[in-house]
């Protein structure tokens, strides 16, 4: 078991997590409310990671991240090391391609919530960012939890846009599912089966606990 992968997968899970915690609630409140014709050119935007092949993606990404671009000469500049290839690297790949696990279930709880509650803060004064927080969010708490849980779970298990963003540096870019790739390839299938078993059981429980989370007029775990 290479439990220096497994590590480093959680730890670029739990980062990618809290960023798009932030990033993901004023962007799905925007899109959920947001009456603009253009929001749905957004909303596709940030959708397309789920219809995008991962090395189609994670090509895009590397070539926005290398030292020959704007943004990769301009953080080679600032630290005095390469973006692509590297732990930061592949963090903001990450938030990349885990957005639409954050946003779209925040975005579809957002506008579950009664619109009079709505109006009734706007009446009461309370600025749109003072309503997101204090009336929106109290009410989408299944919703928040379910995209933390999606994108956690999405981050743990990608492969293509991760080979392609941050290669495969052991203790630096070399996650669970690049070990497991390494593992067949060296014919380790014993250690590959153990591994992917570890994946396999966390991914049913993530699969049990969004769907718990989801319940509603009832406890999330009912008895029998």
């Given at each position: 078991?290479?439990?220096?992968?497994?590590?480093?997968?959680?730890?670029?899970?739990?980062?990618?997590?809290?960023?798009?915690?932030?990033?993901?609630?004023?962007?799905?409140?925007?899109?959920?409310?947001?009456?603009?014709?253009?929001?749905?050119?957004?909303?596709a935007?940030?959708?397309?990671?789920?219809?995008?092949?991962?090395?189609?993606?994670?090509?895009y990404?590397?070539?926005?991240?290398?030292?020959?671009?704007?943004?990769?000469?301009?953080?080679?500049?600032?630290?005095?090391?390469?973006?692509?290839?590297?732990?930061?690297?592949?963090?903001?790949?990450?938030?990349?391609?885990?957005?639409?696990?954050?946003?779209?279930?925040?975005?579809?709880?957002?506008?579950?919530?009664?619109?009079?509650?709505?109006?009734?803060?706007?009446?009461?004064?309370?600025?749109?960012?003072?309503?997101?927080?204090?009336?929106v969010?109290?009410?989408?708490?299944?919703?928040?939890?379910?995209?933390?849980?999606?994108t956690?779970?999405?981050?743990?298990?990608?492969?293509?846009?991760?080979?392609?963003?941050?290669?495969?540096?052991?203790?630096?870019?070399?996650?669970?599912?690049?070990?497991?790739?390494?593992?067949?390839?060296?014919?380790?299938?014993?250690?590959?089966?153990?591994?992917?078993?570890?994946?396999?059981?966390?991914?049913?429980?993530?699969?049990?606990?969004?769907?718990?989370?989801?319940?509603?007029?009832?406890?999330?775990?009912?008895?029998?």
């Amino acid at each position: 078991m290479d439990w220096q992968a497994i590590a480093l997968s959680v730890r670029l899970a739990l980062a990618t997590t809290a960023i798009l915690l932030v990033v993901g609630v004023p962007l799905a409140a925007w899109l959920a409310f947001s009456r603009r014709r253009w929001t749905v050119v957004v909303e596709a935007i940030v959708a397309l990671p789920l219809v995008l092949p991962p090395t189609v993606l994670g090509f895009y990404l590397l070539v926005a991240l290398g030292d020959r671009s704007p943004v990769g000469r301009w953080w080679s500049e600032l630290t005095g090391s390469p973006l692509a290839f590297t732990f930061n690297g592949l963090l903001l790949a990450s938030v990349v391609y885990s957005l639409p696990f954050a946003v779209q279930p925040l975005m579809t709880s957002f506008a579950g919530v009664d619109r009079r509650l709505l109006e009734a803060s706007a009446v009461l004064g309370r600025t749109t960012a003072g309503t997101v927080l204090r009336v929106v969010l109290p009410l989408s708490r299944p919703g928040v939890a379910t995209a933390a849980v999606l994108t956690f779970a999405h981050t743990i298990g990608e492969f293509g846009v991760v080979l392609m963003v941050g290669g495969n540096i052991p203790g630096e870019t070399r996650t669970v599912a690049i070990a497991i790739y390494d593992s067949v390839q060296a014919f380790e299938y014993a250690a590959a089966g153990r591994t992917s078993l570890v994946l396999l059981l966390f991914s049913l429980v993530v699969l049990v606990s969004t769907y718990a989370l989801q319940r509603k007029g009832g406890p999330a775990w009912p008895r029998p």
